[in-house]
C-alpha cells in the first residue's frame, strides 16, 4: 500500500521540527542537468551532480539521517535559478565545509573570491593561499569541491588557458563559462 | 573517503520500508489512525537511527517499531491488549529460527528483546526505540529473557 503523499510530506515535516535531520536535501533541474542541493543547521554542505553517491557520502561526513526535503532546498534553489537565468552573479548563502580538510577549506575560501565571469589558474591560486608550488593540490582541493558553482571551481583554469579538468565533466565547465560569458 | 558507510542514509531506510509499513499499520489500525502512528513509526526509528551501529535486519526492526506502536495506540483505547511481536512478520535466518523454540515461555518484550540483540545484533538504544522504552528497559528486558531462556532449557535437559 503506498503512503500518501500528505502524510509523507507532514512526516518530512516533523522530522525537521523535531531537529531529528542531520542532512536536508532535494533534487533539482538545471541547465546542467539535475544536481542533488543539501543543506545543514549551518548551511549548504552539497550540490552534486551524481545524487546516488552523494548520499552515502553525506551519511558519512554529517550523520546517516539524510532525508529529502523540499522546503529547506529552497532558499539555494532560488539562488541557482536566478543564477542560470543570468540574474545573479553572487550568492549569498551560508556555507557549511565542516567535513573538509583544512588545506582545502582555504584553497575554497579563495576560490570563492573570483569573481563571476572571470577565471584564474591553479597556480594563481595556489600562491594566493601562499603554496606557490602546490598548484596540483589545489587542483585535488577542485576536483573535490564539496559545492560547485556555488563555490566557483569552474572558473579554475590550465596556465595555458585550457579547461583541464573538472569533476562534474568538462561539458558543464564549459556551460558555465559561457553562461558567464568567461569563454565564447 | 575512509572507512566504509555502514549504515543506509535514512532516505534510502525509509523509501524501502515506508509502503510497507503504512500496510502493516492500516491492517491493524484502520487507515484514518494507521497515519498518526505511521508518522510515530518512522519519528522513532530516526530518534534512534544515530545508535545503529550495521544496516542490517532494519526491516524487522522497523517492523517491530510499528507493531509497538500500533499497541500503543490501542492501548489509549483499550488498557489491557498485550505487547504482540509477530515473528511471522521478521525475515527468516538461522539464528532466530534456532532461536524460535526456545522463546514461547518468554514475555512478547522479552521474546522481542532477545532477537533484536542477539539473533540481530541491535544495540540497546534501537531495541529501546523498537519497543517504546528506554534502552535500560530494553538491556533488562533482554536480561531477564536471557535468564529465563537458560533456566527453560535447563529444565527441558534435566527432565526424564
Not at chain 1, 577549506?105 to 608550488?133: D, I, M, S
Request: glycine share 6%; aromatic share 6%.
Amino acid at each position: 500500500m503506498n503512503v500518501p503523499t500528505d502524510l509523507d510530506r507532514r512526516f518530512r515535516e516533523a522530522a525537521q521540527r523535531e531537529g531529528l535531520v542531520d542532512v536536508a536535501y532535494d533534487l533539482s533541474d538545471s541547465p546542467v542537468g539535475e544536481l542533488l542541493i543539501a543543506v545543514t543547521d549551518r548551511g549548504l554542505c552539497r550540490i552534486a551532480y551524481r545524487p546516488e553517491a552523494a548520499l552515502d557520502e553525506l551519511a558519512a561526513d554529517f550523520g546517516a539521517r539524510v532525508l529529502k526535503i523540499p522546503k529547506r532546498v529552497d532558499p539555494v534553489r532560488r539562488e541557482l535559478d536566478e543564477y542560470f537565468e543570468g540574474k545573479r552573479r553572487v550568492f549569498d548563502l551560508e556555507t557549511d565545509l565542516s567535513p573538509v580538510p583544512d588545506f582545502h577549506r582555504l584553497a575554497l575560501r579563495e576560490l570563492a573570491l573570483v569573481p563571476y565571469g572571470e577565471v584564474t589558474t591553479y597556480g594563481a591560486l595556489a600562491a594566493k593561499v601562499g603554496r606557490p608550488h602546490a598548484a596540483r593540490a589545489i587542483g585535488g582541493a577542485m576536483n573535490r569541491n564539496p559545492i560547485p558553482i556555488v563555490l566557483p571551481c569552474h572558473r579554475v583554469v590550465g596556465a595555458n588557458g585550457k579547461l583541464v579538468g573538472y569533476a562534474g565533466g568538462l561539458d558543464r565547465k564549459e556551460l558555465l563559462l559561457r553562461l558567464e560569458g568567461a569563454i565564447l | 573517503m575512509m572507512g566504509t558507510v555502514v549504515i543506509p542514509p535514512f532516505e534510502r531506510f525509509y523509501a524501502e520500508h515506508n509502503d510497507e509499513v503504512f500496510a502493516v499499520l492500516a491492517r491493524r489500525l484502520g487507515r484514518q489512525r494507521a497515519e498518526d502512528a505511521f508518522q510515530e513509526t518512522f519519528l522513532r526509528a530516526l530518534r534512534a537511527y544515530p545508535s545503529l551501529r550495521h544496516g542490517d535486519h532494519l526491516r524487522a526492526w522497523v517492523l517491530t517499531i510499528a507493531r509497538n506502536v500500533a499497541v500503543d495506540t490501542h492501548r489509549r483505547e483499550k488498557p489491557t491488549v498485550e505487547l504482540e511481536v509477530d515473528p511471522a512478520e521478521l525475515p527468516r535466518r538461522p539464528a532466530y529460527a534456532e532461536l524460535e523454540h526456545l522463546t514461547g515461555e518468554l514475555t512478547a518484550t522479552e521474546r522481542a528483546a532477545v532477537v533484536l540483540r542477539y539473533a540481530y545484533d541491535l544495540p540497546y538504544a534501537a531495541i529501546g526505540a523498537a519497543l517504546g522504552s528506554s534502552e535500560d528497559a530494553a538491556r533488562q528486558a533482554a536480561s531477564t529473557g536471557v535468564r529465563r531462556l537458560r533456566k527453560t532449557s535447563h529444565d527441558q535437559k534435566e527432565r526424564p
